[in-house]
């Protein structure tokens, strides 16, 4: 009998195996497919490493404005891309193994379906736990459409044989942007086709549109209000059909149009309660709506972030085994976050819009400018930084960056605004000069909005 069976070795499953087996719990946890899950690798780790891959063909650009003789037009080689990135996921896979042996973590390879509130079957096998831990994760999501045969996933990426002339990539969030950024950067040309308006959908509306201009400056072909009918091959090409009842051929499709909770298969005899989309119901600590079993990170679908799914974990185990310690459970009204697309993009806080909703009366900080590393030569990127104030308090609600190191930035930020810094703190700190985080604490032009 084991006092934890989690059932998923993705972020969310290890961080709680690893902490319980710490506080002394007999921990087994179970994987049928790759240790780290979704994030490490066909996620976060190899999405950042290809990001940073397709930036070089701006920096080869960017070398000649500094005296380096380094041609714009080099070659690339995608097969060492994909390698070099499949060897770092193995190594990381290794790491994760490694860290739950040593935390004396039980691992046991293969499909895990809940059986009752206390078993979990693998194969032959049934594992006993006096608590159940679900961490499945999320798979993607691709509409029924005739010709879905023909359609990549954003998992496909990763191993392709061949890196695609021609790409299509349909969504409007995280993925599909930072895929469209990406494949563009290494000189595939991208046609980005998303359903609404505009993409990324809850971000503050200034930002979406400056994201929008800076995207389809450096090359990719953005088209809103609209989506794929049907998907057809063509001597070898894929031919798109459109709503408009206009066509569009391609090398590649990729969907990208969101992700959906691990679920299927998962519970035999047993069920808890879901959403319609198959997330897992989940209390204030966490328990399914069966006693005993419990679930985190992306199957109970609150916030899709790695890091959140790690506070999930860790809070949950503490909870279980060493309650003095848990301390209150993860908040996600200040979730940092970030869109690696090119630019890049952080925020933390509400949008523009979310806080006039929310406050009634507001102030707003901007600055747009063309970052000091362009300066030099004719490359035209442009960053936007804004500062969403509640006008009664003087508190800094809202902070959103597009350009460089967004995230970089944003993350340090964070940590004040989390601590309700205000204002006239950001105007009372001395910036780093010369920097682009400096913005920040120099804007005072506010627009009072409500």
């Not at 397709?54 to 380094?70: C, E, I, K, Q, T």
Request: hydrophobic fraction near 45%; proline fraction near 4%.
């Amino acid at each position: 009998m084991f006092d934890l069976v989690v059932v998923g070795a993705g972020s969310g499953g290890v961080r709680a195996a690893r902490i319980a087996a710490t506080l002394g719990a007999k921990v087994a946890i179970i994987e049928e497919r790759f240790f780290g899950g979704t994030c490490v690798n066909v996620g976060c780790v190899p999405k950042k490493l290809f990001s940073y891959g397709a930036s070089f063909r701006d920096l080869f650009h960017l070398a000649a404005d500094y005296g380096f003789n380094v041609a714009a037009d080099t070659p690339f080689d995608w097969n060492t891309l994909r390698d070099n990135k499949t060897r770092e996921i193995q190594r990381l896979n290794g790491i994760y193994r490694r860290l739950l042996d040593n935390a004396g973590v039980e691992i046991i390879e293969g499909r895990g379906v809940v059986v009752s509130a206390d078993q979990v079957q693998v194969g032959e096998r049934f594992i006993r736990g006096r608590n159940i831990l679900i961490a499945t994760g999320g798979l993607p999501f691709v509409p029924e459409i005739p010709g879905r045969e023909h359609i990549l996933i954003s998992d496909d990426l990763f191993s392709l044989p061949a890196l695609p002339a021609r790409v299509a990539v349909v969504g409007g969030g995280y993925i599909a942007c930072e895929f469209a950024s990406i494949l563009n950067g290494l000189g595939c040309e991208v046609h980005q086709i998303y359903r609404g308006d505009l993409f990324l959908r809850g971000f503050d509306q200034e930002v979406r549109e400056f994201v929008a201009t800076q995207v389809a400056h450096r090359g990719v072909h953005l088209h809103f209000s609209t989506d794929i009918t049907a998907v057809a091959e063509h001597q070898g090409a894929k031919q798109l059909h459109l709503q408009d009842g206009s066509s569009m051929e391609v090398d590649a499709v990729f969907y990208a149009t969101g992700r959906q909770p691990h679920v299927a298969g998962l519970f035999d005899g047993i069920q808890p309660d879901m959403a319609i989309n198959g997330a897992l119901g989940v209390d204030g600590t966490f328990q399914t709506s069966i006693p005993g079993v419990y679930a985190v990170g992306d199957v109970i679908d609150r916030v899709q972030l790695t890091p959140v799914a790690l506070a999930e974990g860790m809070w949950l185990a503490r909870h279980l085994f060493a309650p003095e310690q848990a301390g209150p459970a993860p908040e996600y009204d200040l979730v940092p976050t970030a869109v690696f697309c090119h630019p890049n993009i952080a925020t933390v806080g509400l949008s523009q819009e979310r806080a006039l909703e929310k406050y009634g009366t507001i102030r707003v900080y901007r600055s747009e400018f063309r970052g000091m590393k362009y300066t030099l030569g004719d490359i035209q990127h442009r960053s936007l930084m804004k500062l969403v104030v509640d006008d009664t308090t003087d508190e800094v609600i809202g902070m959103h960056m597009v350009g460089d190191d967004a995230g970089e930035i944003i993350q340090g930020f964070a940590v004040a605004i989390r601590q309700r810094v205000t204002k006239a703190d950001f105007d009372r700190t001395v910036g780093i000069h010369p920097t682009a985080a400096e913005e920040f604490v120099t804007l005072r032009e506010g627009q009072v909005l409500g």
